[in-house]
């Protein structure tokens, strides 16, 4: 009765395959969405601290020797190697000549310094590396984000108000990922190599699928959503036990 409400008196439906298309879309839109608000939340917090403010990269560099102890069974990771170095150690050109065999001494950064380089660790993130399915053939991207974000948040605790935007911050990021929550739901659906997959994912499930689809509804542009739901409603009578097909 929900999902007919929801239609109303609409029309049209979709391929199966047109609706698995429509489900991989919206769920990357909607995965895409959330990272853009939780970073707002994140800068909101970090816009309450002076920009020069010193910001000790703790994080950082116990991910950057991490990595170095994994090269070799992780060589995807040797870029992001590359950029940690440069955010403890300085550009190479700027370092003071030094002793052979004696490592580099870390350079101050700036709490704003490490705000930008949070933001394009992000993008990198975001990017997928050539010829890869997913951002997990390069988990260092990911990780240096996070390194960084932990070592701006643990400046922005010290001060009024910081502990509190960065709760709001946690908690938007902790709903969104807590079991059973639309993350778990988006990274399914945007995983899957093909729409008849997608679809097959979503809509196969037996009696689990009206559920499913209304823990993504809140993650859907209206026009997505709606292009389901009509799918739903059109299919609804014809399928087999266990599915809408």
Known sequence: REIARLVGTAGGSETR???????????????????????QLYEEAYAL?????????QRVEELYQRLQGRLRVEPENQGTIGVADRLIYGNPADRPPLPPGTPPHPMPLTFEEARRARSAARRRASARPMGAEDETAAPGRRQLEGALSEDLNAVTEQIPGGREALRR???????????GGPAQYLQQITKTPDADKAFDLVLGQGGTYTSLLFQLRRQFQPQGWDRVVRTVVDRLGRGRPGGLY
Do not use: H, Y
């Open 17 to 39: 395959t047109g609706l698995g298309q429509t489900l991989k879309t919206a769920a990357t839109g909607a995965d895409e969405r959330f990272r853009e608000q939780q970073n």
């Open 49 to 57: 601290i002076d920009p020069q403010t010193p910001v000790d990269l």
């Open 169 to 179: 911050a946690d908690v938007f990021t902790r709903e969104f990922n807590e079991p």
